[in-house]
């Protein structure tokens, strides 16, 4: 599978960058992926590929736990969905859904750290394997 993360921010605090690389390198071993911090919205419909599943991450909707992201991520693999782009701070291109992490407003760098985190957990979560070690 080849996720591929999308943030429209201005700037993303170096520690936020960090804790994303440190799950990039874990999440290396389930699938391949990339993260591409955006200024603008604008930029995005050059990046996306018209291929790729399209979740939109936004603060709207109801919050699920991780065990409802892990079954999601294996449904649309085993159903031949093999590309996801996860869109943080923009809502004007098309998305296939839309997830929640919180109701709760955040800095752009906190959400995504925490998607990756919970993408690393869903992963491991469909492989059996303990989260914490």
């Not at 399209?54 to 449904?75: D, F, R, V, Y």
């Not at 923009?90 to 407003?105: A, H, N, R, V």
């Given at each position: 599978?080849?996720?591929?993360?999308?943030?429209?921010?201005?700037?993303?605090?170096?520690?936020?960058?960090?804790?994303?690389?440190?799950?990039?390198?874990?999440?290396?071993?389930?699938?391949?992926?990339?993260?591409?911090?955006?200024?603008?919205?604008?930029?995005?419909?050059?990046?996306?590929?018209?291929?790729?599943?399209k979740i939109l991450i936004n603060n709207t909707g109801k919050?699920?736990?991780?065990?409802?992201?892990?079954?999601?991520?294996?449904?649309?693999?085993?159903?031949?969905?093999?590309?996801?782009?996860?869109?943080?701070?923009?809502?004007?291109?098309?998305?296939?859904?839309?997830?929640?992490?919180?109701?709760?407003?955040?800095?752009?760098?906190?959400?995504?750290?925490?998607?990756?985190?919970?993408?690393?957990?869903a992963f491991r979560i469909i492989h059996n394997h303990p989260?914490?070690?």
């Amino acid at each position: 599978m080849r996720i591929t993360i999308y943030t429209i921010s201005e700037r993303i605090e170096t520690f936020y960058i960090e804790a994303i690389k440190e799950y990039q390198k874990r999440l290396g071993r389930y699938c391949t992926i990339n993260f591409f911090p955006l200024k603008r919205a604008n930029m995005l419909e050059n990046k996306i590929k018209n291929n790729s599943y399209k979740i939109l991450i936004n603060n709207t909707g109801k919050t699920s736990p991780s065990e409802k992201l892990a079954l999601k991520l294996n449904q649309l693999g085993v159903t031949g969905t093999s590309d996801l782009s996860f869109i943080i701070g923009s809502d004007s291109t098309i998305y296939d859904e839309t997830i929640t992490l919180s109701q709760m407003e955040m800095d752009i760098g906190l959400k995504t750290t925490i998607l990756i985190e919970q993408l690393y957990r869903a992963f491991r979560i469909i492989h059996n394997h303990p989260y914490h070690k």
